[in-house]
């Protein structure tokens, strides 16, 4: 079992940069992939960055390409996204989640909101 936390969200300007953190609980942390979702109102949740435990496969959706990155402190249990350039449609609930494999997560954070003015 896993427990996932986020936090580093909030209001921010269009140009401006956030870091999120994500910690989690459990010794099998560094067994698991981890990524990063987001969800904005009255849109699907969309995959944004994932990484895989020894930080050698690392995965981006097109639109953050060049301008967020994904990175993890196994010794930490915490994976963090760097976040620059923030655009007013990056606004959204973003959410921490861990799975055995990119594409397969099986838990999930509360989420934190992040929200880009123009």
């Known amino acids: 079992q896993v427990q996932l936390v986020e936090s580093g969200g909030g209001l921010v300007q269009a140009g401006g940069s956030l870091r999120l953190s994500c910690a989690a609980s459990g010794r099998t942390f560094r067994q698991y992939t981890m990524g990063w979702f987001r969800q904005a109102p009255g849109k699907e949740r969309e995959f944004v960055a994932a990484i895989n435990w020894s930080s050698d496969h690392i995965y981006y959706a097109e639109f953050v390409k060049g301008r967020f990155t994904i990175s993890r402190d196994n010794a930490k249990v915490t994976v963090y996204l760097q976040m620059n350039s923030l655009k007013p449609e990056d606004t959204a609930v973003y959410y921490c989640?861990?799975?055995?494999?990119?594409?397969?997560?099986?838990?999930w954070g509360q989420g934190t909101q992040v929200t880009v003015s123009s």
């Open positions: 989640a861990a799975g055995v494999r990119h594409g397969q997560y099986d838990y």
